[in-house]
């Protein structure tokens, strides 16, 4: 089974990468789709609440300033899809990958999302904000089915990890996108055992 591996354009992207690269069946893309103006149409409509917004672009420049090195991109559902048919694919695997996934995607590729907080309650945007805001310390990433509606697919495995009120947002933001990294780390062990 070939592994179609989407990751956003950032140190995580490439901390992501990193541990592909130990998977021969794995193939990673860069998502091109979102950017600085969707961000900020994003908090513009309030979909990400613009305290939530500040605190996610500082806890971004804290990292250092690596993305992924493959060349391998797309900025599209059909993008993805000819990216997936070229690879083989026939699982594509999401981490911080912003693209909403399309029904047609849907209909021709098993897809699934690791999301760093626990999808029973924090699904969506700023959810790692939202749950230290709620005290909801208890988290856990969530690898999840995709589905049409977002971050609402059957959940197929959880990473556990603990949030710290008295930390900061961008240690507490990193604490999450660790437990993400574990499971798909896991989540790629196992589907080479499927091949």
């Given at each position: 089974?070939?592994?179609?591996?989407?990751?956003?354009?950032?140190?995580?992207?490439?901390?992501?990468?990193?541990?592909?690269?130990?998977?021969?069946?794995?193939?990673?893309?860069?998502?091109?789709?979102?950017?600085?103006?969707?961000?900020?149409?994003?908090?513009?409509?309030?979909?990400?609440?613009?305290?939530?917004?500040?605190?996610?672009?500082?806890?971004?420049?804290?990292?250092?300033?690596?993305?992924?090195?493959?060349?391998?991109?797309?900025?599209?559902?059909?993008?993805?899809?000819?990216?997936?048919?070229?690879?083989?694919?026939?699982?594509?695997?999401?981490?911080?990958?912003?693209?909403?996934?399309?029904?047609?995607?849907?209909?021709g590729y098993k897809v699934t999302n690791v999301h760093?907080?626990?999808?029973?309650?924090?699904?969506?945007?700023?959810?790692?904000?939202?749950?230290?805001?709620?005290?909801?310390?208890?988290?856990?990433?969530?690898?999840?089915?995709?589905?049409?509606?977002?971050?609402e697919g059957n959940v197929l495995d959880t990473e556990?990890?603990?949030?710290?009120?008295?930390?900061?947002?961008?240690?507490?933001?990193?604490?999450a996108y660790q437990a993400g990294l574990r499971l798909?780390?896991?989540?790629?062990?196992?589907?080479?055992?499927?091949?």
């Amino acid at each position: 089974m070939t592994v179609l591996l989407a990751v956003g354009d950032d140190y995580w992207g490439a901390r992501a990468e990193a541990i592909a690269a130990s998977y021969s069946h794995v193939c990673v893309a860069v998502d091109r789709s979102g950017g600085l103006g969707r961000a900020l149409r994003l908090v513009a409509r309030g979909s990400i609440p613009l305290p939530a917004a500040i605190s996610m672009f500082a806890a971004a420049h804290s990292l250092p300033s690596s993305r992924p090195n493959t060349s391998q991109s797309f900025t599209s559902n059909p993008d993805l899809r000819d990216l997936a048919a070229s690879k083989r694919a026939s699982l594509i695997v999401l981490f911080r990958a912003g693209l909403i996934i399309s029904g047609t995607t849907l209909d021709g590729y098993k897809v699934t999302n690791v999301h760093c907080a626990d999808i029973n309650g924090f699904g969506g945007l700023a959810s790692i904000w939202r749950a230290l805001k709620a005290g909801a310390v208890k988290q856990c990433a969530t690898l999840h089915e995709v589905t049409n509606r977002i971050d609402e697919g059957n959940v197929l495995d959880t990473e556990p990890y603990l949030l710290d009120r008295t930390s900061s947002y961008a240690k507490n933001e990193y604490a999450a996108y660790q437990a993400g990294l574990r499971l798909l780390d896991r989540t790629l062990a196992l589907t080479k055992s499927e091949q």
